[in-house]
Structure formats: C-alpha cells, structure tokens
C-alpha cells in the first residue's frame, strides 16, 4: 500500500498562491488516480481535484476550478497542487489520496491511502 506525506502547507494572505506536494513511497505510485481533499474545522472532508493514473485525465471542484491545478511526476512519485487567488474560505487541511482506480474520482470511498494532511491558512 502507498504511503503518503504531504508538504508545503502555510499561511497566505487573500490573492496568494501555495503548492502542496505529495511525496508517494511503499507502493507503485503510476499504478493510481490520486487525489486532492480538504477539511475545514466543523466540516466534512470534500474533494478539491484528482488526476488519472496517465493521459492527464483531471477533475476539479467546482469551488477551486480555474485558480487550482493538480499535477503528477511518476518517475519521482510526487504529485503537485499549485494554488492560485486564494481565498479564506480555502482555509483547511488539504490531504492527498492514492484510489483504488486509475480514473480520477471526486468520492472519497474511492481512495484508499492518505497522507497526513497539511495546513493552510488564507488570511483576509
């Protein structure tokens, strides 16, 4: 099974841009859809993007589209977040998610791993 750990979470002011990486190891990363989620205190954990195994086959929230862009290197095993215009409703805990799959998919009982999560904050 594949072991994550996500990086490059912080704090940024409204208009900002953070890019969240996530570091696959333990598995065969090319084998998976990976996946984007983000929980805000007192909220469900909702889906941000997710990105096919190959072909670049992406989906994105309807929240985040067009200011947030999911990308994936399989010979390093990373998988990118880089997100632009942010606002303080962005502000959770963003993990990323290996599925079952190899099509991207927005629902989480289709991810299998997950790393650890990593903050970010965007101030008004």
């Known amino acids: 099974q594949v072991q994550l750990v996500e990086s490059g979470g912080g704090l940024v002011q409204t208009g900002g841009s953070l890019r969240l990486s996530c570091v696959a190891s333990g598995g065969t990363f090319s084998n998976h859809a990976m996946g984007w989620f983000r929980q805000a205190p007192g909220k469900e954990r909702e889906f941000v993007a997710a990105l096919s195994r190959s072909y670049g086959i992406t989906r994105y929230a309807d929240s985040v589209k067009g200011r947030f862009t999911i990308s994936r290197d399989n010979a390093k095993n990373t998988m990118d977040l880089q997100m632009n215009g942010l606002k303080p409703e962005d502000t959770a805990v963003y993990y990323c998610?290996?599925?079952?799959?190899?099509?991207?998919?927005?629902?989480?009982?289709?991810?299998?791993?997950w790393g650890q999560g990593a903050q970010v904050t965007v101030s008004s």
């Open positions: 998610a290996a599925a079952t799959g190899v099509l991207p998919s927005t629902t989480i009982s289709d991810f299998r791993s």
